[in-house]
């Protein structure tokens, strides 16, 4: 083995190594040296520069490494800055050394490839008109940071730790508040659980449902994927149930089987109907006969253009329905909180669940979004947010009307953040979604969220682009379906 070592002034420095019987192939060159001038200590650097080495690959496994008596030499330091890198190396399990053998690289190490450059998993896209994405140019940034401000500052000091794993108590009681006013629920405080995102209760629910007994859960169909796949996570098995233009079919689903149902009643993933009265009816009356549990997914259920919004199921049957929501259609997913409204009989069960995961909705942000609601921010920004939505929404409509003609959109309220357009039998939607996605717009095809055959479609976001783009973004979009 070879060893080049260099001193400061960078004049390499050979040193032949002859040390006891080696098994190389080759005779590996160690580019090795210390830099006085380096902050770092010197048996740090030859640590970090041998571990690289074996990383590499440039020493491979049961290379010989010389004796610290021969590289304390060529480098120019005292054999404990060797020793110490060795041993520490060693310590890892880099190197091996043994009473009276050379030090080697050990058997085990096999040399790393190098790291593809990391790859965005949602390439950013000209045009964004996937249905989830609110408008997140409207943050209102400077609102929020006032409220993390007045948080940090008056926080007491058990914020900063672990919490309530239900959720800080102020800012449960201002949540029950804000649902009881604005979404008409039936919300008690001790029975409002905080979160990280919908996502976080959705998982934790499909979890404990698991460790009930419980077997299969229903969906709307068509419905919001993710839901399929949280549920199928969790080794529950999933059964579709149709929407009308009325909302869930409650016949259907009381053929299931299933214990427990996720719909989306102010505002249906995707098709955009709001679940009428008497489906809400009925679908209390399933829950009470079966008792079954109903998952209300209020995903975005303050936003409603056309009238006032409709209120939440939860307010019919709090015992028979938990109730979901998050921050991340009415303001950002950044702002990461989910909250619950869960039945009395379910609250600590889920409490515990919840707990299991230690999850999100840190204690100074909770407190910041309970500023931001006492303060009227929150409704604040959903007055603007409507306003500004449903212009865009008019946008989307009147592009689609005039570029894309053979789109169909579905008879649904004026609401949300997306509108579903279903195309002319035999399109492929999925190969339309990745044409668009080719010509820089981002779009959801109905046959993502659908369980069984059915018309082919387009999930449009309008809430994350203004106007112009809107309008930009539908001609490329009718350019990729052919001009129809
Ligand atoms: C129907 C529906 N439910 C729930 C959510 C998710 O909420 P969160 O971001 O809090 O997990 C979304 C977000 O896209 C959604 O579209």
Redesign the pocket.
Known sequence: MVIVSMVEDGTPLLVRYTGPVVSVSSDPVLLLRVDRDDPLALHEQLERRLREDVRSGRLAAGDPLPSTRTLAASLGVSRAVVTEAYSQLAAEGYLSMRQGAPVRVAAAIRAQEPQQPARSLLPRMAYDLR??VPDLAGFPRAAWVRSLRTAWRDAPSDALGEGDPRGHPELRRTLAAYLRRARGAAADSEQTLVSG????T?SAVCRWLRSTGVRRVAVEDPG?H??RLAIDHAGLDVVGVPVDHEGLCVDALAETGASAVVV?PAHH?PTGVTLGARRRAELVAWAEREEGLIIE?D??GELRYDRGAVGALQGLAAERVLY?A????RLA?EVGI?YALAPSWLTWPLTEALAVEAGGGGGVTQLALRDFIERGELDRHLRRSRVAYAARRAALVDALARRLPSARLTDAPAAGLFVLATLPEGTDDAALAARAAEAGVAVEPLSLHRYTAGPAGLVLGFAAEAEPSIDRAVALLADCAGGA
């Not at 995102?197 to 976080?200: A, K, L, N, Y």
């Not at 998050?326 to 259609?329: D, E, G, L, N, W």
């Open positions: 249905p989830g995102s919908f996502h976080e959705f919001w993710p839901h989306t993933f997914d995903y975005d979901l998050s921050t991340s259609k997913r989910g």
